[in-house]
């Protein structure tokens, strides 16, 4: 499946209004009972799973492509992409308008503040907030 251009939804995934998923010659997998707010955009150029039962508030941006930028001279659109992917887990919640970048996994049972710039993978159990995030705390199991 990791080589397919495919969107799967689980059982009861809801995604609001406004919402843009594009798979991009990869995949987004979405887990059961996740709630994707409005005006959400998921691009799956190296691929994204998220994981169950989680919540994904207004306007955040999951981005699983990054664009090269060391060839100087050349325009930036015209430049390499690359792609390693994105995993969030089970029971994440990532908070409005966060920005979660490619080769991120986010562990199970955590949080992303709203208006987090997430570029590094995050642990289970930790809330992260900030620009770039941060931990702030570990969380119960």
């Not at 709630?35 to 691009?43: F, K, L, N, Q």
């Not at 029971?91 to 409005?96: C, F, L, M, R």
């Amino acid at each position: 499946l990791a080589q397919s251009k495919l969107i799967h939804l689980a059982p009861r995934v809801r995604i609001n209004n406004y919402t843009v998923i594009k798979p991009h010659n990869a995949f987004v997998r979405i887990g059961k009972g996740t709630i994707i707010g409005e005006s959400c955009v998921i691009y799956g150029h190296g691929g994204i799973t998220i994981g169950d039962n989680c919540l994904i508030a207004p306007n955040v941006s999951i981005m699983a492509i990054e664009h090269e930028y060391s060839e100087s001279g050349k325009l930036y659109f015209n430049q390499p992409l690359k792609f390693k992917g994105i995993k969030i887990g089970n029971n994440v919640w990532i908070g409005a308008s966060a920005t979660i970048l490619d080769g991120v996994e986010i562990g199970d049972n955590s949080i992303v503040g709203a208006g987090s710039v997430v570029r590094k993978s995050v642990p289970a159990n930790t809330l992260v907030a900030g620009v770039p995030a941060k931990e702030i705390k570990k969380l119960e199991p």
